[in-house]
Nanobody, 125 residues
Framework: QLVESGGGLVQAGESLRLSCEASGFTLEYHTVAWFRQAPGKEREGVAHISSAGGTTNYADSVKGRFTISKDNAKNTVWLQMNSLKPEDTAVYYC????????????????????WGQGTQVTVSS
């Protein structure tokens, strides 16, 4: 399973670091991504990282502000979120799949088969 932590309530411009720890399996061979879902909106991909951690990708809305990283030895993925905006408010989910995804699939939720329970991030203006 995947367990997210690190969410909370912050003011605009502040930072948060989300963690996603895997248990029962190793992330070494898994592509991992962070998705988010705001009330009344569809789940959207935010950041993606390849199994070895050498390739990262971001949604345009967070590019330059968010950084995804992965430590296979610690079986953990992080999402560093800087310069947070009110529109970043959402439940953030960590997800993984044991396969290599092509660019067109990085932010398609149905491509992933392991999901965490989510962690709430609220950014006040």
């Amino acid at each position: 399973q995947l367990v997210e932590s690190g969410g909370g309530l912050v003011q605009a411009g502040e930072s948060l670091r989300l963690s996603c720890e895997a248990s029962g399996f190793t992330l070494e061979y898994h592509t991992v991504a962070w998705f988010r879902q705001a009330p009344g909106k569809e789940r959207e991909g935010v950041a993606h990282i390849s199994s070895a951690g050498g390739t990262t990708n971001y949604a345009d809305s967070v590019k330059g502000r968010f950084t995804i990283s992965k430590d296979n030895a610690k079986n953990t993925v992080w999402l560093q979120m800087n310069s947070l905006k009110p529109e970043d408010t959402a439940v953030y989910y960590c997800t993984a799949v044991q396969m290599v995804l092509f660019e067109s699939s990085w932010f398609i939720a149905k491509m992933y088969d392991i999901w965490g329970q989510g962690t709430q991030v609220t950014v006040s203006s």
